[in-house]
Structures are given as C-alpha cells and as structure tokens.
C-alpha cells in the first residue's frame, strides 16, 4: 500500500515570496491534515479535512496561509506571502476516519521549506 | 489550549542502559499516543492508550497511560542504537463546539541517543 507523497521534498524561497506545497493521502483516507514542525519542536495542526469540508483550522494563520481539498481526494497548502518564522517541516497526514476517541494517522516525509 | 509537556528533552545513554520519557497535561484526553520519528520521515506511530491505567507493551517499550488520562511514560529496556530517534507524545481530544471530531495535540519531543 503506498504510503502518503508529498512534494516538493525540499523548498527555499525569499521572505514575501509565496509557495505551495501538495499531499496525496493514502487511498481511502477521508481525513487528511496539515501540520507545521518547527526545528525542535512537535508537530502543530494547522487544519483537518474530513473529504473536502473544513473540519478545523483554528490554528492556521488566515492572513497568509490557505489549503484546499477540492475533490476530497489531493491537498494543497499556500503560504503568501512567506515570513522567516514560517521556516519548518510542513507534515501531511491522513486517517481513514475521523472520530473524537482517537483514530491512526499516517504521515508523509515532509516538505521542508527554509524562507530567506 | 491543551499542552503536553514532555520530559527530557534530550537523553543520551549507552547501549543496555534503560530510560523513562514522561509527557505531562493539565488536560484530560479521550486517548494518547507515542509515535517515533527519524530524520527526513514523518512521526510513525507506536501505540494508542485509551483507558486511565492502561499498559501496553511493545517488545522492549512499555507504555503506560495515568489513572486519571492527564499523562503518561514510555519506558525502553535495554536500549539500543536502533531505538536512536525523536519520540513525540500526542493527545487526542475533542474539538470545542460541540462536534464529534477530535484533534491531536502533541508535545515538543524528546530525542533520544543511543550510543554504541
């Protein structure tokens, strides 16, 4: 079973550039999130998809951060413009449902974006 | 905001030594789960504990969730130099606004060296 791809797998760019990055959830998982790792710290969830409707993104800085998910299926993550805090590991995750109990998350490598 | 604050930060130990990894909450969780991370991946996950007092074990670690679900330990016997990686502790809890999804929650990570 392949696992969840992300790419790119490596990002730099200048300060108030802007960036994407795109995630491909295990085939069947629902839910899917994105999360934010900064170096020396845990993951942070940034927003959860349950198909394509917005779950929860408390945690996700609207003034410069979006994603989608418009077929249920794929993922998309925008930063515009890009700060130099934004530097960090952005996860993607997928479960196959989403509960309040506790579910099994499946991570993908990564994209590990430096802003200069 | 629900935090969990794990404890070490850092351990270095020798080959053979055993270790405890504690991750502590003021908050209560439907469940808490142990994932292990290595360079360049995405968190893997090592077991869930759902009920208060719970006790898993896994080869080597030994997981336990607190009486009252507010805390935990992983404890390794005997580690080895395969056991070298970050170990996130992560609750899952459900999200405010009278929904019947959840969310996980993690803690800053505790990296663990195992020397030869």
């Known amino acids: 079973e392949a696992g969840v791809a992300q790419s790119p797998r490596y990002k730099i760019i200048e300060k108030r550039q802007s960036v994407a990055f795109w995630c491909n959830p295990i085939?069947?998982?629902?839910?899917l999130y994105w999360y934010q790792q900064i170096l020396g710290q845990g993951p942070k969830l940034l927003i959860q998809?349950?198909?394509?409707?917005?779950?929860?993104d408390s945690q996700l800085p609207k003034d410069r951060f979006s994603a989608e998910r418009l077929k249920g299926v794929d993922s998309t993550l925008k930063i515009q413009p890009a700060k130099l805090e934004d530097s960090a590991v952005y996860l993607c995750?997928?479960?196959?449902?989403?509960?309040?109990?506790?579910?099994?998350?499946?991570f993908g490598p990564g994209t590990r974006l430096t802003v200069l | 905001t629900q935090l969990l604050e794990q404890s070490p930060q850092f351990l270095s130990i020798q080959e053979g030594e055993n270790l405890t990894v504690y991750c502590n909450s003021s908050?209560?969780?439907?469940?808490l789960q142990w994932y292990r991370q290595e360079p360049g991946e995405g968190p893997v996950l090592l077991v869930t504990?759902?009920?208060?007092?719970e006790v898993k074990k896994l080869k080597r670690l030994t997981f336990q969730f607190g009486d009252a679900r507010k805390d935990s330990s992983l404890h390794i016997t005997a580690a080895q130099p395969g056991d070298t990686g970050l170990y996130l502790c992560?609750?899952?809890?459900?999200?405010?606004?009278?929904?019947?999804?959840?969310?996980?929650?993690f803690g800053q990570g505790t990296i663990l060296t195992v020397h030869p």
């Open positions: 995750a997928s479960s196959l449902v989403l509960s309040f109990s506790y579910n099994e998350q499946f």
């Open positions: 085939s069947g998982h629902a839910t």
């Open positions: 998809f349950q198909n394509n409707g917005v779950v929860d």
């Open positions: 908050s209560v969780f439907s469940s």
């Open positions: 504990v759902v009920t208060g007092g």
């Open positions: 992560a609750g899952f809890s459900r999200l405010s606004g009278g929904t019947s999804y959840g969310k996980l929650t």
